[in-house]
């Protein structure tokens, strides 16, 4: 079975512009979660989708959002980027996110606003 | 909200020693304790987890124990070995529960050969 993809892998973008980070679960997976990962904060919980549904969301700027599609592929869009958003950029899929099941990373984005 | 506090930061052991590594939760009502390992460049890895009806598990050299009562958990590595050397990030949540799971800020353990 695949493992949880993430697309691009790298991203480097200029102050003020918006991106788009793909995640694709692994096959069956229903619960997509994103973190941002930065070497003084550890890994911050960015919001968790469920069926298309956003279930969770974290303490994280309106700048920050995501949605979820049919096929469970979750994409999360941050606007008007600061420098401060240049982190590693995680999705995690599990079967529901309810914690019965575990937990899959993909590999990451890494995103740098110059 | 769950609030995990993760200590050391940074342990440095000698191979074929012992590490542990400490992590305390405030929600008394978490339940799942998982242990992810981030090698350099890579994604993190569950590596082993611990629910609340039990209060240790072992898998080979590695081990988790609970104490609810103190709501504190730690992760054992025996017979550390050069690929042991990693981040290493606790978590808590409630489970089954719709609650994310809530992250440490990890300790980068360096086993010197």
């Known amino acids: 079975k695949a493992g949880v993809t993430q697309t691009p892998r790298y991203l480097i973008k200029t102050r003020g512009q918006q991106v788009t980070l793909s995640c694709s679960p692994i096959?069956?997976?229903?619960?997509v979660s994103w973190y941002q990962q930065t070497p003084g904060q550890g890994l911050q919980f960015l919001f968790e989708?469920?069926?298309?549904?956003?279930?969770n969301k974290g303490n994280f700027p309106g700048r920050f959002s995501g949605r979820q599609f049919s096929n469970s592929r979750s994409e999360m869009n941050v606007s008007t980027l600061e420098l401060g958003d240049s982190a590693l950029y995680l999705c995690?899929?599990?079967?529901?996110?309810?914690?019965?099941?575990?937990?899959?990373f993909g590999p990451g984005t890494r995103l740098t606003v110059t | 909200g769950e609030n995990v506090e993760q200590h050391p930061s940074t342990l440095s052991v000698q191979e074929g020693d012992s590490a542990v590594i400490k992590c305390t939760y405030s929600?008394?009502?978490?339940?799942?304790f998982p242990w992810y390992k981030q090698e350099l460049g890579k994604r993190p890895q569950l590596i082993i987890d611990?629910?609340?009806?039990?209060g240790e598990k072992k898998d080979q050299r590695i081990a988790v124990t609970l104490n609810k009562t103190a709501k504190h958990f730690s992760l054992h590595i025996t017979e550390t070995q050069p690929e042991d050397s990693a981040v290493y990030f606790c978590?808590?949540?409630?489970?089954?529960?719709?609650?994310?799971?809530?992250f440490g800020k990890g300790t980068r353990l360096s086993v010197i050969a």
């Open positions: 611990i629910r609340s009806n039990v």
């Open positions: 978590a808590a949540s409630r489970a089954p529960g719709n609650t994310p799971l809530v």
């Open positions: 995690a899929s599990s079967l529901d996110g309810t914690g019965a099941y575990e937990q899959y």
């Open positions: 989708y469920f069926s298309e549904t956003q279930r």
């Open positions: 929600d008394s009502a978490s339940n799942y």
């Open positions: 096959s069956g997976h229903r619960s």
